[in-house]
């Protein structure tokens, strides 16, 4: 019975936290209250515009949106970030940031509500590669209805991101938001990076994103990996691929110096129930107490916060270097 819950628990860190932003206040796009964007806009846009989506499809979209319905957590918040939560008239069941999005329409999860999202009368939605081919009748349905819909990459590293980012910027007519976005994400992350490039003490971890009994964690081609590499540390699964069960006993043989769990806003106590597992009390993470929990939606949420995630990530793994 245990083992049904944490396997329940890990596919619903995953749907929320996985599949489903770095909010610099710098230039003239600040945080408003209303957790949207204020920066000029992008007058020029001309409509119609023809996007190319992540199925292949050449989307149309006849004039700026006015209204717009997200079916998954990352493309709300990239939607957010580029000033268009006034224009969001639904969301789906998994969407928990910004708080704003607590007050959309929700319109389902896994399985979306068709009925709901056509009475939103929405311009455009944006579907995800992810679920794409699971409910590509329901996205037939939504264009036969003649409702525009744009199916955003299933992003698999940062860069995949930014195009992500781009796309939506695009296909809403505001690329010049999207493009001081990725470029406030990619300026965070080189500062990250260049001052994480003097540790010279590198440390590994092991990222846990589900409890014992049922421990997932990160292996390659995965963002947290990515991340691991642009704080320079080492990945303690880095020879697994994507994202692995693994044993108790094979953690304990890898040996990590700093454990790092994401699924504290979800268990009560995540870093204790490491230090306190039977059998880890040699483990150099346990020992040393270097058991950290960071929150799982920006390090592997596919949206604007994963350069805030490197941060955290990097704040987790070397205190001394980045301060919290």
Known sequence: MMKKLYALLFALLLSIGMLVGCSNESGSAKNNAGGEKQTPQNENTAFPVTVKDAAGEKVTIKEKPKKIVSLIPSNTEIAFELGLGDKIVGVSDFDNYPKEAASKEKVGGQEM?????????????????????NSAKGLKQLRDAGIAVLVVNDAKSIQQVYESIETIGRATGEKENADHVVKSMKEKIKMIQAEAAKIKDVKTVFVEVSPAPEIYTAGKNTFMDEMLSIINAKNAAG???????IDLEAVVKRNPDVIVTTYGYYVKDAAAQVLNRKGWQEVNAVKQKRVVDVNSDIVTRSGPRLAEGVEELAKAVYPETFKK
């Open 239 to 245: 020879d697994l691929e994507g994202w692995n069960k």
């Open 113 to 133: 509500n068709l009925e709901k999202i056509i009475s939103l009368k929405p311009d455009l939605v944006l579907a995800h590669a992810s679920s794409a081919h």
